[in-house]
Each structure stands twice: as structure tokens, then as C-alpha cells.
């Protein structure tokens, strides 16, 4: 499966970098249809910092083709 890197953290909404819309098209998600992206690390006012980003069923299936 290729993954295509998901956008800076600074480009997200607050819904997008806290996994509640999806990362590419902010469609609003729920914890069932939800794709976990795997963790990331950002740099955060000097420290590193995880965040999980999510997607939606559509996006996900983008990825897979």
C-alpha cells in the first residue's frame, strides 16, 4: 500500500490534528470508520510531540489503489 504523507500539523484544523475529521478531505469521523495513519512526531514549542491522524473510509481506500 503506498501512503502519501499526511499535511503538516500547522495546516490542520483543531478536528483534524485531534483525529475528530479526517486529514485530507475533514470529513467528520467516527471511532468505527476511522483509520488510524499511525503515531507521528511533531516538534512542539522545543519539544517533540505524538499525534495520531486519522482518515475516512474514502480517503483510505484512495490510499489503497
Not at 7 to 15: D, G, R, Y
Not at 30 to 54: C, E, I, K, M, Q
Request: proline share 9%; net charge positive; hydrophobic share 35%.
Amino acid at each position: 500500500m503506498a501512503v502519501r504523507d499526511v499535511p503538516p500539523v500547522i495546516e490542520l484544523t483543531e478536528q483534524q490534528q485531534r483525529g475528530a475529521t479526517c486529514v485530507w478531505c475533514a470529513a467528520p469521523l467516527s471511532n468505527t470508520a476511522a483509520h488510524d495513519l499511525g503515531p507521528r512526531t511533531v516538534n512542539a514549542y522545543g519539544s517533540a510531540a505524538r499525534w495520531f491522524p486519522r482518515c475516512c473510509p474514502t480517503c483510505w481506500k484512495g490510499l489503497r489503489q
